[in-house]
């Protein structure tokens, strides 16, 4: 009976952290995780839109009552959260359909493109939160 050689098995180790931190992605990398990212806080913000706006159309006392809660520092942020996710996720997913579309899709395109949905997104979510926060 022959015998066999017991192969020695791969050895895989665990990544530290600090090779994931240090690992940089293309802008469009981030952009694609930025929109998936967005999606979810949209998702687990729904609840939360939802009650708003079921106060905001009950009756003219519960609506007061929701400009009285929204005056607050904490829920403005609340606010911006939601319209950062809003805003962030429409961008990137016009940014896609553009993709679709086989516009923006050669190595040289791409950071371009990501770069400017990426300051359109920014742009637009800093005018939210100005007018959030009663600035415009």
């Known amino acids: 009976m022959p015998e066999t050689i017991a192969k020695k098995r791969p050895e895989f ?4 952290i600090t090779q994931i931190l240090g690992y940089r992605l293309p802008l469009a990398g981030v952009m694609s995780i930025l929109h998936r990212v967005s999606g979810a806080v949209m998702f687990l ?36 959260a939601i319209a950062w996710a809003f ?17 923006g899709i050669s ?7 990501a770069s400017i949905f990426m300051v359109l997104s920014l742009l637009t979510s800093l005018l939210a939160f100005l007018a959030i926060f009663g600035v415009i």
Do not use: Q
Request: aromatic share 8%; glycine share 4%; with cysteine.
């Open 13 to 16: 180790r665990n990544i530290h």
């Open 45 to 80: 913000l729904l609840p939360l839109i939802v009650w708003l706006l079921d106060k905001s159309l009950t009756s003219e006392l519960s609506y007061a009552e929701l400009l009285g809660f929204v005056d607050s520092v904490p829920a403005k942020l609340l606010l911006c």
């Open 87 to 103: 805003i962030h996720h429409f961008w990137g997913g016009i940014r896609h359909l553009v993709n679709d579309v086989h516009i």
């Open 107 to 113: 190595r040289e395109a791409s950071p371009k493109m």
